[in-house]
Each structure stands twice: as structure tokens, then as C-alpha cells.
């Protein structure tokens, strides 16, 4: 059973380039998250998506954006890259229709960005 | 300002002890905790999770303990091995689609 897959694992960037990450759900799973992890910090929410929706945004400023696609995979994307982007960034999954207060996620490797 | 705080400093114990930490939160109200696991250069796996009206939850050698008047969790590892090695997250939910996470916890055992 295939988790959850992300590409690519590496990646480097310059300062105001645009950036795409995608990321395939767990078998099963119809709900994507995604998170970014600074260095030494904790994963930070960026958005969920669900039924191709935006569900949820965390505080992000809008160069951040996403897609759900009907197959339920999901793209990342960042426009006018700042230093400050520099990060891990996870893709989680989970299913919709589990228990909502099981609210449990299922973590990519993460992509690491870097901005130079 | 909303906080989540765990320990400030990493952890280092020797094989067989039990390792303890804390989750402290801020302005926050939390239906339910988790606690994930992070090895180096990999996502958070779940451990385990405990609802606002449960006291107490074990798995295995894990128990956390969750008091919402403290606003505290403690996470527990019994017996602890090398292969308990690790940074651990503790994450509220708020019920509304995200989890907020600490900032971890490193947590190195001796053999």
C-alpha cells in the first residue's frame, strides 16, 4: 500500500522564481494538507483541499496556492519566491469520512525547497 | 497570542529509563491531542491520540496524559531504546481541518 508520495524531494530555487510541488495521497485517502516546517520548527499549516475545494487556509499570504485534482493528488505552488520560503514542505493526507475527531495525518517526506 | 510550547531543551537518557514531555498550550481549546514522531529528513508519523475529555492513553510503551485545566500533555516512553530516538510533536485540533503543532521535542537515548 502506497503512502503518501511527493516530488520532488530537492529543490532549488532563486529569489521571485515560481515553484510547483505535487504530492499523491495515500490509497484511499481523499483529503490533502499541506504544511511547511522551517528549520527547527514545527509543521505550520499553509491549506487543506477537499472535493478540489479550498477548505481551510492557515496564514499564508496568497502567493501560496493550491489544486486538488479529481484523482485526489494536489499541487503546492508559490509565486515570487522570497528567502524566507526557504523550508520543508509536507503533504499529509486523511479521509473524509472518518470520524472527524480522528483528524489524523499521514505525512509525506516532505520537499525541500531552498531559496537562493 | 495563541503559544504551544514543549520542552525547551532536548532530551538525553539512558537506555531502559522513561523519558517525559511536555506540552504546554495558550489561548488555545483543543477537542483533541496528538503526538506524532519525526526522524531526521522524514515526515511526522501518528503515535497516538487523546480526546479533551479522556485522561490518560497508553500504547505499547507509550501513555499520554492530557489536563485541560493545566492546559498541559505529557507524553511518556517506558522503557526507552535507542530506536526511540527521535523529535516529537505534540499537535492540537481545533476541530477545524488543521492541526497546530510545537515545535518538538528531540528526544536521543544511550545505550
Known amino acids: 500500500d502506497a503512502g503518501v508520495t511527493q516530488s520532488p524531494t530537492h529543490l532549488i530555487k532563486t529569489r521571485g522564481q515560481q515553484v510547483t510541488l505535487r504530492c499523491s495521497p495515500k490509497?484511499?485517502?481523499?483529503?490533502v494538507s499541506w504544511y511547511q516546517q522551517a528549520l527547527g520548527q514545527g509543521p505550520q499549516f499553509i491549506f487543506q483541499?477537499?472535493?478540489?475545494?479550498?477548505?481551510q487556509r492557515g496564514n499564508f499570504p496568497d502567493r501560496f496556492s493550491g489544486h486538488q485534482f479529481p484523482n485526489y493528488s494536489s499541487e503546492l505552488n508559490v509565486n515570487a519566491l522570497l528567502l524566507g520560503d526557504s523550508a520543508l514542505y509536507l503533504c499529509?493526507?486523511?479521509?473524509?469520512?472518518?470520524?472527524?475527531?480522528?483528524?489524523?495525518?499521514?505525512f509525506g517526506a516532505g520537499t525541500r525547497l531552498s531559496v537562493l | 497570542s495563541q503559544k504551544i510550547e514543549q520542552n525547551s531543551e532536548a532530551l538525553n537518557i539512558q537506555e531502559g529509563k522513561t523519558a517525559t514531555l511536555t506540552c504546554n498550550y495558550t489561548?488555545?481549546?483543543?477537542?483533541?491531542l496528538q503526538w506524532y514522531r519525526q526522524d531526521p529528513g522524514r515526515g511526522p508519523v501518528f503515535l497516538l491520540l487523546?480526546?479533551?475529555?479522556?485522561k490518560e492513553k497508553r500504547k505499547e510503551r507509550l501513555k499520554v496524559t492530557f489536563d485541560t485545566t493545566l492546559k498541559q500533555s505529557l507524553f511518556h516512553i517506558t522503557a526507552s531504546q535507542p530506536a526511540d530516538s527521535a523529535t516529537y510533536l505534540c499537535?492540537?485540533?481545533?476541530?477545524?481541518?488543521?492541526?497546530?503543532f510545537g515545535a518538538g521535542t528531540t528526544v536521543t537515548v544511550r545505550a
Open positions: 499529509a493526507s486523511s479521509y473524509s469520512l472518518t470520524d472527524l475527531a480522528k483528524n489524523i495525518q499521514y
Open positions: 490509497s484511499g485517502h481523499d483529503t
Open positions: 483541499y477537499y472535493e478540489e475545494e479550498e477548505r
Open positions: 489561548n488555545y481549546s483543543p477537542a483533541y
Open positions: 487523546i480526546r479533551e475529555n479522556e
Open positions: 499537535a492540537l485540533d481545533m476541530l477545524d481541518y488543521k492541526l497546530s
